[in-house]
């Protein structure tokens, strides 16, 4: 992906921290959720542009969104209807024949629910997120104390 957007950063810390400051490696790049939740894999400068290479950051975010939006409005179906999205089952005609297929009645739907509350926080706060270590945070503070 192309970077197109300016990312947030963010100090190195855990497993990150320790890759970046001792053992040397680049900064790397996530697209996470408001609740903290990384929505995708960490990638370096050099995995982040192999990635979807044809692609802008701002371009991917915006279709990740938009498959969050469909997940709710699927969820949403799914709570008001009490029918299973995929999972069908055989209708028979008075011959016992088959005729066709009908959706799934589901005799709860808690699993949708929690789903739909995860999905709704997650809608609309995705931030693109580069993580430094110790040594290039402290420039970047610099940067952002003379502005």
């Given at each position: 992906?192309k970077i197109d957007i300016i990312p947030k950063i963010?100090?190195?810390?855990?497993?990150?921290?320790?890759?970046?400051?001792?053992?040397?490696?680049?900064?790397?790049?996530?697209?996470?959720?408001a609740d903290g939740k990384d929505h995708s894999v960490?990638?370096?400068?050099?995995?982040?542009?192999?990635?979807?290479?044809?692609?802008?950051?701002?371009?991917?975010?915006?279709?990740?969104?938009?498959?969050?939006?469909?997940?709710?409005?699927?969820?949403?179906?799914?709570?008001?209807?009490?029918?299973?999205?995929?999972?069908?089952?055989?209708?028979?005609?008075?011959?016992?024949?088959?005729?066709?297929?009908?959706?799934?009645?589901?005799?709860?739907?808690?699993?949708?629910?929690?789903?739909?509350?995860?999905?709704?926080?997650?809608?609309?706060?995705?931030?693109?997120?580069?993580?430094?270590?110790?040594?290039?945070?402290?420039?970047?503070?610099?940067?952002?104390?003379?502005?």
């Amino acid at each position: 992906m192309k970077i197109d957007i300016i990312p947030k950063i963010e100090l190195a810390s855990g497993l990150n921290q320790y890759l970046i400051d001792e053992m040397g490696q680049p900064p790397k790049y996530v697209i996470r959720t408001a609740d903290g939740k990384d929505h995708s894999v960490h990638w370096d400068k050099k995995a982040l542009d192999e990635f979807l290479p044809s692609r802008k950051v701002s371009e991917v975010m915006r279709d990740w969104e938009q498959g969050l939006r469909e997940r709710k409005a699927m969820c949403e179906k799914v709570i008001k209807t009490k029918e299973h999205p995929t999972w069908t089952q055989p209708a028979y005609d008075e011959n016992g024949e088959t005729v066709g297929y009908i959706p799934y009645r589901l005799s709860d739907t808690k699993t949708y629910e929690r789903m739909l509350k995860e999905v709704n926080k997650q809608i609309g706060s995705m931030e693109f997120v580069m993580i430094v270590g110790q040594e290039e945070y402290k420039k970047y503070q610099k940067r952002l104390v003379i502005q």
